[in-house]
């Protein structure tokens, strides 16, 4: 046992026991309190870190474990249960120390790991059917994982790695660009042995827990905080605002920073931090913080769009006059002329909720004090600018703090503004010693960003052929107490709420409004998830008014090259929307057929059941909006040839690391089990920009492919060979031909970071600001995209299941198809969560059981078609793919709702009462 869990266990004042076990094979003995969790026990006295903890409430699944050769929640098992049995986590999986079993080699070949948090619970659920059942179906496979959440993968490939376990695997390919090379970060994800914020932190890691608003609004005051701490002895420190060395506010926009780490006198939304509190982990887990010496004033809160901009509301901030945080527009053309002459027009009032990012690994982390210097260890997307906060937060430079990202176990966005990182960057500055902090699930849904809820109101008209003439449309956001994305989402909106259509005449406007709620932040869209659901809805309703085709409606209005965007912008090549859509036609025709066959039928017997079929495009801006949005990478090798490529784009399940190493290695043209990687660390890699917006591929894959070919051209001028010239590296001697060179005689001319040859490339994708009316070149490129959703509708029940997603995507070169299929599949899973069950109500929906996410068992099975239409800009003609993915599949999704009945679902999302309600309005 190790020394702190010795120290812990000394620390507990419950009776203990011995417990003993068989763990993954072997006897194993530790003291424990009988009543503590079998998760806690395993992963702190044991060293188990592959069993994850999401909930600690059963809902998630992360923590499964095998007992007995049965799975079973270990976050609901008092470890005194365990005594005497036979216990398996994902370690044991493996055939040897470091050495994948064939369940582990089937995920990593299928890409069934994204993230890879909730890939241990996936492992030993699938081990206990496969156990019982070589060769399961994918029915019966779907089953063994229902008990277990996955926010990325949309389940697909889990399934399809589980009842491909036993075939025999085809040769790992070792090619660059286009080739489906295994996530070269997948191995430590399926052995349990990848490090996320809770893991492989420092021995005696003092804890940090934090006291949070009960109330939206209220007014606060400590008592006597001195004599509270000195009633627990152990503390080490009771911090509040006034513990702040620097600036008590941060924001991910540093013009519009108002957030603090902790609320001075008053808080703006339920869970905001007022103080934490920080000691040995034994006494800070037993502390009871309902006595805590603050004394609350509830006070009126505006918690909705409607509440917040009312007259009489709560002003959420000085200085923003009305709770309006910022304003977009795009106008166009004369669109109110266009509507008042166009042959039919659709209009419509929609509105979505919250949406929870429901990621599976709460926030998490740890800190230190190194000397004068701060080294951060916690789930970021945005390393380069924590850093840069939390410098301003400690008072210190920049270049005394160091984050070091650890494995983020989903992020979709929230996990770009700061959580936990100012509390133990405080914590381990004052007490000098290690501290850490894992959110409870609760905190993570109370304090986490949330997708904006919208209120949109559009209006769209066509000519007597169809052609689109004209729209105008104006959408409410609620941005919550704090800005966090809420510009951004402003400003990206206008530009996108015509859908990737040809639309002459168009005005859009966007308000962002404060509330009294948590913030509202990057949710994968930024804000077009919602307006999406508007214009497409509306684009059936005018199909239909002229009698065309829904489908050939979009494709004779898709845009195409030399066609004006609505922000003016004109593309030469690299517009794949009408490809997307032309290749559903032949499901689309199937399908329709099909379903007007099964509903004739139910008609004819009286049965409730309906099918439909619905079709919706997207894009998508790759990067910032009109704003410099640059990535640097560095390669290099060392005279042994070690060939390093640090690459600082985090991964969160993406597949940064696996693409922008397959960009290098083919600029290069070195292969890929060549490369070394050097990971997201702002000592060690320089800044390739936060992992949003759908950037990574294009931008830092844009500055890989400079970087590595930058580096080919000085090994080439070394070894004097031609442009076409093919490279191998052999130990130390890097050859083309005849041409060798041994890397050994470079050792002298090394540079300090130790390379005898290095290549440190930017690329900043060129964008131009948008005037006042909102005309410019706001990205270099478009992702484009197109969904097909067959669906069918109880209308006794008013349930709709979801059968099918055909999903076709231009993702201009298809850098790594396997992981694009997988962005695919788990973007629609979101979608379709965003369309039918989800919604965060504040104060109401804090766990994953009250706040529902998509199962394996709700999510169809998705068949992606890549379409390649090469984008100038991108590396070898790539786009970005990860936040498009989600864009189409709702308003696809209750297209085909409509199609199937008739009912028109414009309130998201469409839970059984809201369809029922709208089938009634179908009747009536």
Not at 138 to 155: D, K, P
Not at 371 to 389: K, N, S, Y
Not at 761 to 767: N, R, V
């Amino acid at each position: 046992m190790s020394d702190a869990a010795l120290n812990r266990k000394s620390d507990q004042s419950a009776p203990g026991m011995t417990l003993s076990l068989v763990l993954n094979g072997t006897a194993r003995q530790a003291g424990v309190t009988p009543q503590a969790r079998l998760s806690a026990v395993l992963r702190e006295e044991f060293g188990c870190e592959g069993v994850k903890v999401g909930c600690d409430a059963g809902d998630c699944g992360a923590c499964t474990v095998l007992m007995d050769g049965a799975p079973v929640c270990a976050c609901l098992m008092p470890a005194a249960r365990a005594e005497g049995r036979i216990v398996e986590t994902v370690e044991g999986l493996a055939e040897a120390p470091g050495i994948p079993g064939a369940l582990q080699r089937a995920f990593l070949r299928h890409g069934a790991a994204q993230c890879g948090i909730c890939t241990p619970g996936m492992l030993v659920s699938a081990e206990a059917l496969l156990r019982r059942n070589p060769r399961p179906t994918e029915a019966e496979a779907e089953e063994a994982i229902s008990g277990v959440l996955c926010r990325c993968t949309g389940y697909a490939k889990i399934i399809s790695a589980i009842v491909d376990c036993h075939a025999e695997a085809p040769p790992a390919p070792d090619g660059a660009v286009g080739a489906r090379i295994e996530r070269l970060d997948g191995l430590p994800k399926v052995l349990g042995t990848d490090a996320f914020g809770a893991d492989n932190w420092p021995e005696d890691t003092l804890l940090v827990r934090v006291i949070r608003s009960p109330f939206h609004h209220a007014r606060f005051a400590f008592g006597d905080l001195a004599a509270w701490r000195a009633a627990h002895p152990g503390l080490r420190a009771v911090l509040t605002a006034a513990d702040i060395p620097g600036r008590n506010l941060h924001g991910v926009i540093p013009p519009l920073a108002d957030q603090p780490v902790f609320a001075g006198t008053a808080t703006r939304f339920k869970g905001e931090a007022v103080a934490a509190v920080v000691g040995p982990r034994a006494l800070i887990e037993a502390l009871d913080l309902a006595g805590f010496p603050v004394e609350w004033q509830e006070l009126d809160a505006a918690l909705t769009i409607d509440a917040a901009l009312d007259a009489g509301a709560p002003q959420v901030h000085e200085g923003r006059a009305g709770n309006v945080l910022v304003k977009g527009f795009v106008r166009r053309g004369t669109p109110e002329t266009a509507l008042s002459g166009a042959a039919v027009v659709a209009e419509g009032q929609f509105s979505s909720g919250f949406v929870e990012h429901a990621y599976i690994e709460p926030e998490a982390g740890f800190a230190r004090r190194v000397g004068d210097r701060l080294e951060v260890f916690a789930c970021t997307q945005a390393p380069h600018m924590d850093r840069d906060d939390l410098a301003l937060i400690m008072g210190l430079p920049v270049d005394a703090i160091r984050i070091l990202p650890s494995a983020v176990g989903g992020g979709f966005g929230s996990k770009l503004d700061l959580s936990v990182q100012p509390y133990i960057a405080l914590a381990a500055w004052v007490s000098g010693a290690p501290c850490g902090m894992v959110y409870t699930r609760t905190e993570s849904i109370q304090s986490s960003t949330k997708r904006h809820p919208s209120q949109i109101t559009a209006r769209i008209g066509a000519d007597a052929e169809g052609k689109l003439v004209g729209m105008v449309f104006e959408g409410y956001f609620n941005t919550g107490a704090y800005a966090s994305w809420g510009p951004t989402v402003a400003n990206r909106v206008p530009v996108h709420a015509s859908g990737p259509y040809s639309v002459p005449h168009y005005e859009a406007r966007s308000v962002a409004v404060h509330s009294h709620c948590a913030p509202s932040g990057a949710f994968r869209g930024f804000g077009v998830p919602q307006s999406s659901v508007v214009q497409e809805s509306l684009f059936d309703e005018l199909a239909d008014a002229v009698g065309m085709d829904r489908l050939e409606f979009r494709i004779l209005n898709a845009l195409g090259v030399g066609q004006p965007t609505v922000t003016g912008q004109v593309f030469a090549q690299g517009v794949g929307i009408r490809a997307c859509l032309e290749a559903l036609r032949d499901d689309w025709a199937a399908r329709r057929a099909q379903t007007a066959a099964f509903n004739a039928e139910q008609a004819r017997i009286g049965g409730p059941l309906r099918r439909g079929v619905g079709v919706a495009g997207m894009w998508y801006g790759c990067g910032n909006t009109s704003l410099p949005n640059p990535s640097t990478i560095r390669v290099g090798l060392k005279a042994d040839g070690t060939l390093v490529l640090h690459q600082g784009a985090v991964d969160i399940g993406q597949g940064s690391n696996t693409v922008i190493t397959q960009i290098c290695a083919e600029a290069l043209g070195l292969p890929v089990s060549a490369f070394t990687l050097v990971g997201a660390d702002t000592d060690l890699t320089p800044d390739a920009g936060k992992t949003s917006a759908s950037r990574q591929t294009f931008v830092s894959g844009g500055a890989s492919l400079r970087a590595g070919a930058a580096l080919r051209w000085q090994i080439l001028r070394r070894l004097n060979a031609g442009e076409g010239a093919r490279l191998t590296l052999t130990g130390s001697v890097i050859s083309a031909g005849d041409a060798r060179l041994d890397l050994a005689t470079l050792a002298n001319e090394a540079n300090a970071l130790g390379y005898v040859l290095m290549a440190e490339e930017t690329y900043d994708p060129p964008t131009s600001p948008l005037d006042e009316n909102g005309q410019g070149e706001p990205y270099a490129a478009y992702g484009w995209g197109a969904h097909l959703a067959e669906v069918e509708v109880d209308t006794e029940l008013g349930l709709i299941r979801t059968r099918d997603l055909v999903c076709a995507h231009d993702v201009g070169r298809a850098i790594n198809p396997t992981l694009l299929e997988g962005q695919i599949e788990g973007g629609s899973a979101q979608g379709l969560g965003f369309a039918l069950m989800e919604e965060f109500i504040p104060g109401r929906t804090e766990n994953l059981h009250d706040y529902l996410i998509p199962t394996a068992g709700d999510v169809p099975r998705v068949r992606s078609i890549l379409i390649e239409d090469p984008d100038a800009h991108g590396p070898f003609g790539a786009k970005g793919i990860g936040e498009q993915v989600l864009i189409p599949t709702a308003p696809a999704i209750l297209n085909a709702v409509r199609d199937a009945t008739g009912a028109r679902l414009r309130h998201l999302p469409a839970t059984p009462d809201k369809v029922l309600r709208a089938l009634h309005d179908v009747k009536s």
